[in-house]
């Protein structure tokens, strides 16, 4: 190291780097200021329609936010009617399905009264040609055709006697 030269081997290429450095800050100052500055607004600008973006955004959320309450205010709605409608229309069914149970309860009534009193007519019929049919045959053993001669001209008097007195 004894023949190193101290200012060409160390402080001329320091200097010669300074001054490279000095030059090129005041050369590439302005337009890397303006590249930054360029990058800056684009940034600012992008920034305001990201704003602009997230303002229309929630502008529309509480738009669909409110049709859709509506909508739900509206489904609600609906389905009361369609309880109510339902409610009368069971109500009204029910109403005709006891009338025509009436209707019918009356009218088996009155089949079976016609049917019960029917049945009566045919055993009244019965008993009686029953009766009769026993009265016949008693009457046929028990009386001979003397006694019925006997009846038949008794009778017959007593009804001359009436045509008599006429």
């Given at each position: 190291?004894?023949?190193?030269d101290?200012?060409t081997?160390?402080?001329?290429?320091y200097?010669?780097?300074?001054l490279?450095?000095?030059?090129?800050?005041?050369?590439?100052?302005?337009?890397?200021?303006?590249a930054?500055?360029?990058?800056r607004?684009?940034?600012?600008q992008?920034?305001?329609?990201?704003?602009?973006?997230?303002?229309?955004?929630?502008?529309?959320?509480?738009?669909?936010?409110?049709?859709?309450a509506?909508?739900?205010?509206?489904?609600?709605?609906?389905?009361?009617?369609?309880?109510?409608?339902?409610?009368?229309?069971?109500?009204?069914?029910?109403?005709?399905?006891?009338?025509?149970?009436q209707?019918?309860?009356?009218?088996?009534?009155?089949?079976?009264?016609?049917?019960?009193e029917?049945?009566?007519?045919?055993?009244?019929?019965?008993?009686?040609s029953?009766?009769r049919?026993?009265?016949?045959?008693?009457?046929?053993?028990?009386l001979?055709?003397?006694?019925?001669?006997?009846?038949?001209?008794?009778?017959?008097?007593?009804l001359k006697?009436?045509s008599?007195?006429?």
């Amino acid at each position: 190291m004894e023949n190193f030269d101290w200012i060409t081997g160390a402080l001329i290429p320091y200097l010669n780097l300074s001054l490279f450095l000095f030059l090129a800050f005041k050369i590439f100052k302005g337009p890397l200021l303006g590249a930054l500055s360029i990058r800056r607004d684009d940034y600012v600008q992008q920034l305001a329609e990201a704003n602009r973006v997230k303002d229309e955004a929630e502008a529309k959320h509480k738009e669909l936010s409110e049709k859709l309450a509506k909508l739900s205010r509206e489904v609600e709605s609906i389905k009361d009617k369609a309880k109510l409608q339902a409610e009368a229309e069971a109500s009204k069914i029910i109403a005709e399905a006891e009338a025509l149970a009436q209707h019918l309860k009356a009218e088996a009534q009155k089949i079976a009264s016609a049917e019960l009193e029917k049945a009566k007519a045919g055993l009244r019929h019965e008993i009686i040609s029953g009766v009769r049919e026993n009265v016949v045959s008693r009457i046929q053993a028990e009386l001979s055709g003397e006694k019925q001669k006997s009846i038949f001209n008794a009778q017959l008097s007593s009804l001359k006697h009436v045509s008599e007195r006429a």
